[in-house]
């Protein structure tokens, strides 16, 4: 049977990892050891590739050593035939070269498109009707390997980021097991080459404060709702609040867009009919969910019983 090593840090390998066990006697092939986390590497809470490791005894090296010297003359005496790789960090040269078949990682874009450590959240707030699965090989560059298979999917415009999350992991299992059986059987397959070589290619970059900011005055209505609902809850989308020249920071969860044309001040607020609206390019965006700095998150009663007794109450 084939040896495989999985390397995995994040929940969008889980559904993948559970897949692969059950599966082993029917694809010819074992899940001999798991590379991971201690810890969930997010939230520092347990870390579930971790938990399904430890269910079905599969042994585990993790992540945090990965790179000392005894772990990899422990990968390598394991004489593994395939790495499987999805949602991990860098993995340097001496690690990928081990197996005989190559290491492969699974990412959640159409490469070389979305190349970077956010796909899912940057083709939600790029407005992408598209997204999809790309497995290749890894190399000395990060997600520009010769490309193995690719797969597309079409999406809708109202979908948030966790949705997607959840939906797109569910479908790398069935994805995986395309790449395990032309790997394995040896069948014919055209590598892709994975370059960027035009300025139309569109990246991933990490998602920092600068992007997961509202510049009102310079955004559009949609291109707030797509940052909004490409965000996940632990890194919302944000701005500045002016409520009677005190400032605070407004995290934004949920928001309801409403096109009309105006003449009016750009991230002022409106308090009508115990709703709150922001006043933004082409029309008003009214608050469904949202919390200030350092206070849990609320709907929009709570946030317009929060503003009713100001009068200056803007955003920036």
């Avoid at 840090?9 to 001999?32: A, E, M, P, R």
């Avoid at 069948?187 to 070589?197: H, V």
């Avoid at 035009?198 to 600068?210: C, D, F, S, T």
């Avoid at 005055?217 to 009677?244: D, E, M, T, V």
Wanted: hydrophobic content about 40%; glycine content about 4%.
């Amino acid at each position: 049977m084939k040896k495989i090593v999985f390397f995995s840090n994040g929940d969008f390998g889980i559904y993948s990892l559970i897949y692969l066990i059950k599966n082993q006697n029917k694809y010819n092939y074992n899940i001999i050891n798991v590379i991971t986390s201690k810890k969930n590497i997010i939230n520092n809470k347990i870390n579930k590739i971790k938990k399904i490791s430890l269910k079905y005894n599969i042994k585990l090296i993790y992540s945090e050593y990965i790179n000392n010297i005894n772990v990899i003359n422990k990968l390598k005496s394991l004489k593994p035939d395939l790495f499987i790789v999805i949602s991990f960090k860098y993995l340097i040269k001496k690690i990928w070269k081990i197996p005989k078949l190559g290491t492969i990682n699974i990412h959640p874009s159409l490469l070389p498109n979305y190349k970077g450590a956010n796909p899912i959240n940057w083709c939600i707030i790029n407005g992408e009707n598209i997204i999809g699965l790309t497995s290749f090989f890894i190399n000395e560059i990060i997600d520009e390997g010769n490309i193995i298979l690719q797969k597309k999917y079409y999406i809708n415009n109202k979908i948030n980021f966790d949705k997607l999350y959840y939906l797109l992991s569910k479908k790398v299992k069935y994805f995986l097991i395309k790449n395990i059986k032309i790997l394995f059987k040896n069948k014919k397959y055209n590598l892709i080459k994975n370059e960027i070589n035009n300025n139309n290619i569109k990246l991933a970059p990490k998602l920092n404060n600068y992007y997961t900011k509202i510049y009102f005055l310079s955004y559009s209505l949609i291109k707030i709702y797509n940052l909004i609902r490409g965000l996940p809850n632990n890194n919302a989308a944000w701005s500045f609040i002016n409520i009677n020249n005190k400032i605070n920071i407004l995290f934004y969860y949920k928001i309801k867009i409403i096109k009309k044309k105006h003449n009016l001040f750009i991230g002022n607020i409106i308090l009508k009919n115990k709703k709150v609206f922001i006043i933004v390019k082409n029309g008003y965006i009214k608050l469904l969910k949202c919390k200030f700095s350092n206070n849990k998150i609320i709907n929009n009663i709570d946030i317009y019983n929060s503003m009713i007794n100001y009068k200056l109450l803007f955003v920036f």
